[in-house]
């Protein structure tokens, strides 16, 4: 049978330079997988196509070398596995799916040179010498679901990945800073939702800084706290004495309590004590128990943090600021049910 020095599919492969580091996805049969991870632990990572002796790959490439025809049986073995002789080095991560068990994948290092080891007459005499990096479910905290999305698409035994090597370099680092237990531990789903919207915050920000006007950003203030129960009593005018908002937390037993609020629109980092100041003189104008900052800034700056600081030595004072309120207000806009009419 004809043959090429490499499989169709690979060429595109072929694009390393000399002294990088490979990355590599790596199939196992699972009908095999406590034999592939027995191998692991004995720092053999295998591969099928091997059941003879005439299919080691060194002697399959001096046939390929000479342009001496493979048989059907020797092409698929050298299509399927010429990998391992002549471009996986030393170095390269592999990262083996399905090892230990289908929830979980084996991150290994290259260690030393192919070897082909028919002993036993086994379909996986292909072997390199590795050593195991760590062991990660696919539902780590710490795994890009990309990653494992790539992972279970991909069908060939072997294939270098270019995309998903800056994961499985960090994957390999952080290896070494993580227990077993804490790489084997799948994510909580709240977790993840946390990540999710964690991740959307930057884009909402964004899109409020170049969208939203004062008028809107008291508006949206106030239809958040609508959403957290609290009554507003009143909404101000030029004349505020030092609230924008006055609400009136349910906090039962007929008890009376009023709480005064600012909203300001300070982006980036919040060093502004005009919002204190307001609302010290709410406490004296309205007769509030608290008063509340809410401002869209990142951080608070030192001199504003000062300011809280001594006020609250006088007054109760909250501030809402940074990841907190942008989280409230995104649980906001993303809610289906919310009435603005």
């Known amino acids: ?159 270098v990945t270019y995309k998903h090597k800056q994961a499985v370099c960090d994957l390999a680092s952080k290896a070494a800073n993580t227990t077993p237990e804490e790489r084997a531990k799948p994510e909580q789903f709240k977790g993840k939702v946390a990540k999710w919207q964690s991740s959307l915050l930057p884009h909402l920000k964004d899109a409020l800084k170049a969208k939203l006007s004062p008028p809107e950003t008291e508006r949206l203030i106030l239809e958040m706290l609508k959403r957290e129960g609290m009554g507003v009593v009143w909404t101000a005018g030029p004349g505020e004495q030092g609230a924008d908002l006055l609400v009136d937390p349910q906090i039962g037993f007929g008890i009376p309590y009023k709480l005064a609020i600012q909203v300001k629109m300070h982006w980036g980092q919040d060093n502004d004590q005009t919002g204190i100041n307001q609302l010290e003189q709410a406490f004296v104008a309205h007769g509030v128990q608290a008063g509340l900052l809410i401002t869209v800034a990142d951080t608070l700056g030192p001199d504003l943090t000062k300011r809280i600081e001594e006020s609250r030595k006088k007054y109760n004072i909250q501030v809402i600021y940074g990841e907190d309120l942008f989280g409230r207000l995104l649980e906001l806009i993303a809610d289906p049910s919310l009435d603005l009419t």
């Open 1 to 159: 049978m004809a043959h090429t020095l490499a499989p169709p599919e690979a060429k595109n492969d072929q694009k390393r330079r000399e002294g990088d580091m490979n990355c590599w996805f790596w199939n196992i049969d699972l009908s095999e997988q406590p034999y592939f991870n027995k191998e692991l632990q004995e720092h053999r990572l295998r591969q099928g196509w091997g059941y003879d002796g005439k299919l080691d790959l060194r002697k399959l490439s001096v046939k390929v070398a000479s342009k001496t025809p493979l048989d059907e049986q020797e092409q698929e073995a050298w299509s399927r596995c010429w990998y391992m002789l002549s471009e996986i080095k030393v170095g390269d991560l592999v990262v083996v799916k399905n090892v230990p068990d289908r929830d979980k994948f084996t991150i290994v290092r290259v260690t030393g040179p192919y070897d082909f080891t028919l002993d036993k007459g086994e379909d996986y005499e292909h072997v390199l010498p590795v050593e195991i990096v760590g062991v990660y479910h696919k539902q780590s905290e710490f795994v890009p679901t990309t990653l494992v999305n790539a992972l279970h698409r991909e069908r060939n035994p072997i294939r």
